[in-house]
């Protein structure tokens, strides 16, 4: 038998804090980030527990993971949310003569070299359309999409694709970054698995290009030996510049770091370095005439 939740003890501040918990992995960081005492975030934790009767987070020394109840309320959380800020922004936007709201997850590559110049193109072309962009790791894309959380996602290839429409809207070249001094920076092209010999400077957890090498790195049977992780690309290429490692990173994103930073690219080998940037809806979705619109000019972007 299915437990009746009555929906006036679940509030939007304890929804908002369990994401922020399950996002962090803390009850304590969760409490930080909704300005809440960790006493008054654990009880709401326990008490939303309570009202559900389940168990929604395995706590252990190491803090805390999502129960498969958990991801439930979590994702039905994220879905109220979305809602909630779509109808307050679409209400606001009639009021300011706005006629239109997209929303676009994009990964870094993508918001660091092909999205910037198509979405200032489009947004000048259309000024009443407010187009909310969201970063976010391709495989959290797909699901967004999937779920209807995002109308339109642009990120590298990789993750499965299963009821989305996709198309091809550039490329996503992955080369090793070295400095001019690093013993790789003579080569022409190189192997992943030849590179996992150095130390490497790579991307914090969660990120899918640091999904994509490790799981590389494993089928070679080897790890990577992190040495450090950084944010962003722009660091990455800084702690390359001074040989605290090497760094695996798109090309066409990163091309102006690497050339102010006197740096190496390093071409890989490996037939997965050479991916494609796609544009994705869901299959059958019915998108809004602006989400449409802006679907169709980033399309022409790339052609």
């Not at 510049?241 to 690497?258: D, E, F, K, R, W």
Request: hydrophobic share 45%.
């Amino acid at each position: 038998m299915n437990p009746q939740i009555n929906p006036a003890r679940v509030d939007f501040v304890t929804l908002k804090l369990f994401c922020a918990v399950a996002q962090t992995g803390s009850i304590t960081k969760g409490a930080s980030e909704c300005s809440l005492a960790l006493s008054a975030a654990s009880r709401r934790i326990s008490e939303l527990e309570e009202t559900v009767g389940l168990t929604l987070l395995d706590r252990s020394a190491r803090g805390v993971t999502l129960t498969h109840a958990g991801h439930v309320v979590m994702q039905h959380a994220l879905r109220l949310f979305q809602g909630f800020e779509q109808f307050s922004n679409e209400l606001g936007g009639y009021s300011k003569g706005i006629k239109g709201h997209v929303r676009l997850w994009a990964n870094m590559s993508a918001l660091t070299e092909f999205l910037p110049p198509a979405l200032a193109k489009f947004l000048k072309a259309h000024p009443e359309i407010e187009v909310d962009v969201e970063e976010q790791i391709s495989g959290d894309i797909v699901r967004a999409l999937l779920d209807g959380i995002a109308d339109i996602g642009v990120f590298a290839e990789g993750p499965p694709t299963t009821g989305l429409d996709t198309k091809i809207i550039g490329n996503d070249q992955l080369v090793i970054a070295c400095s001019k001094s690093h013993p790789l920076s003579k080569k022409k092209k190189v192997s992943f698995e030849e590179c996992l010999n150095y130390d490497f400077v790579g991307l914090n957890r969660g990120s899918a290009l640091l999904e994509l090498t490790s799981r590389k790195a494993e089928k070679l049977g080897k790890q990577m030996k992190l040495r450090i992780q950084v944010r962003s690309y722009d660091a990455m290429c800084k702690m390359v510049s001074v040989n605290l490692g090497i760094g695996v990173l798109p090309l066409q994103a990163c091309l102006a770091q690497i050339k102010a930073m006197n740096l190496e690219a390093v071409p890989l080998k490996d037939d997965w370095a050479d991916r494609n940037l796609l544009l994705a809806i869901k299959d059958g979705a019915n998108l809004s005439p602006s989400a449409v619109l802006l679907s169709e000019h980033l399309l022409k972007q790339c052609v």
